[in-house]
């Protein structure tokens, strides 16, 4: 029998996070999280599906997204977010942008929102018809590419909130930069001169202008970056803490990698002398800009899986394409499970350390300890909320905390003390790391009407036991009780509960 309550006992602590490692010291309460390894669909990270559509001079090959793949996508791979190639081969030609074209692109954010995913975007003008590509390659001058930006600014700032990226698109075959009429010597890509490089960042500048300053634009080549924004390579040419964040070009530039693995500088993407200059740029940089791209090609042993995860982890990759190449992917046999974690961030509980009994409007008290097993850290802005849920009343406090700042392989110790609900009763303490844009946010309305929830945009954690599906929320395994036999305090300048039910 003893035997039998002690198994008893080691499960629940195992798999039990309100009864891991806990004590109660009469005044708090510490417990511990179990992790879990399982791969978590979390917001802008992991591997991403291409998906690409066109618009041709005839106004045909526009092929719009389905909710319902993109949804099968979200349950059934654990794939939260998608590469959008928006092709304008119709608008090479001319200044104007169709207001029908306008709306198929709404249509395609108002499905990406409704399947609960997110979108790297890209646009760009031209397809090679096959290969080697041939002169003229179908982009358009930078003047006209100038008016496309502005026609499509009001389309991008109205669905910023799913979109994860924008990569700087428009110029070159695929919109990656290289082979173009207008932007280098079309015999000679290679061949960038100082006005064309003028013209790069002219288009650049327009796309930062284009989206709100908490989204980021990303540049094929480490150089493009150091060129356009007259920034040295190596380590310190990359963006610093003091500058991270802080709106300003610098700060709003990162890098994809669309030949990952593929050659000793990646098929032209490290130009620097020796190439680990470059490296060392990027691994600095995306300690807070985006990173990731895509495999292009095997190339044993760097395309390898030992090589392949140190250099994810040293460049801080979110994404990667889950869809090509896919001869470089199989090669990683089962790690691949390896990368489904680790792409982005993956944030667990170590332990937690919470007041027991407060006042109404009096002091509660937590620690947790939050622990980063990713690769890199969120690059777009994320709210911490500590809510008190109870069976009558549910409040929420937002936390002075930035989850970008919570980096790969770190660990953050978040102490706070805010103010107790003033209504007497029992509150679950649970954690919402909430997407900032009011559409995506875990909502409920007042008493009397039906709640209702998104919590695919928020960020579920990797322990086990913790999530709450329903409402997006991360159960801490924590109660406090706000006890009607004190009367009520006083918590000053601390952070105070808000009514969401």
Known sequence: MRRLVTLVAIVSLLFAPQAAAAHGTGSDTTRGYPPTDAVVANPERGFYHHTETHYRADGT?????????????????????ILRVFYLEKFATQDEVDPAYLELVRADFRTIRAAGVKAIVRFAYAQPPGWPPTIPYGDAPVD????????????????????????????????EGYYTDHFADPQDPS????????????????????LPTDRMIQVRTPYMKQRMLGVP??????????????????????????????????????????????????????????????????????????????????????YLN???????LDSWG?????AEQRLGY??????????????????????????????????????????????????????????????????????????????????????????PAPRLQSQARMPGTTETYNSAYAIQLANTGTWQAATGYNDLGHTVTVSPKHRGGSCGNLPKPQLIR
């Open 61 to 81: 090959g526009y092929t719009p997204l389905d909710a319902a793949t993109l949804r099968g996508y979200r349950t059934q791979e654990n794939i939260t977010q």
């Open 144 to 175: 006209r590419v100038l008016k496309h930006i502005a026609r499509l600014t009001p389309v991008l700032r109205e669905n910023a909130d799913v979109i994860a990226v924008v990569q700087s698109g428009f110029v070159g075959l695929w919109g």
């Open 191 to 210: 061949q960038v001169s100082d006005q064309n490089w003028a013209d790069r960042r002219a288009v650049v500048m327009a796309l930062l202008e284009a």
């Open 233 to 318: 390579t190596g380590a310190e040419g990359g963006l610093t803490a003091e500058q991270a964040y802080d709106g300003t070009p610098v700060a709003r530039v990162g890098h994809h990698n669309d030949c990952f693995l593929a050659s000793p500088d990646d098929f032209g993407t490290y130009l620097s002398d020796p190439i680990e200059l470059d490296k060392d740029f990027v691994a600095q940089d995306t300690n807070y800009l985006p990173g990731g791209g895509e495999t292009c090609a095997v190339n044993p042993p760097r395309s390898e899986w030992e090589s392949a995860a140190a250099e994810m982890a040293r460049l801080h990759f979110s």
């Open 322 to 328: 889950t869809d090509y190449n896919q001869d470089v």
């Open 334 to 338: 089962d790690n691949i499970a390896i």
């Open 346 to 435: 993956r944030f667990a509980l170590t332990q937690g350390t919470f007041t027991d009994t407060a006042k109404p409007r009096g002091t509660v008290e937590l620690d947790l300890g939050i622990r980063n097993d990713g690769w890199a850290a969120p690059y777009n802005p994320r709210q911490v909320q500590l809510i008190f849920q109870g069976d009558e009343h549910s409040y929420r406090v937002t936390l002075p905390a930035d989850p970008r700042l919570w980096g790969a392989g770190t660990t953050t110790e978040l102490e706070q003390k805010v103010c107790a609900p003033a209504v007497p009763g029992r509150y679950r303490l649970l954690l919402n790391l909430a997407d």
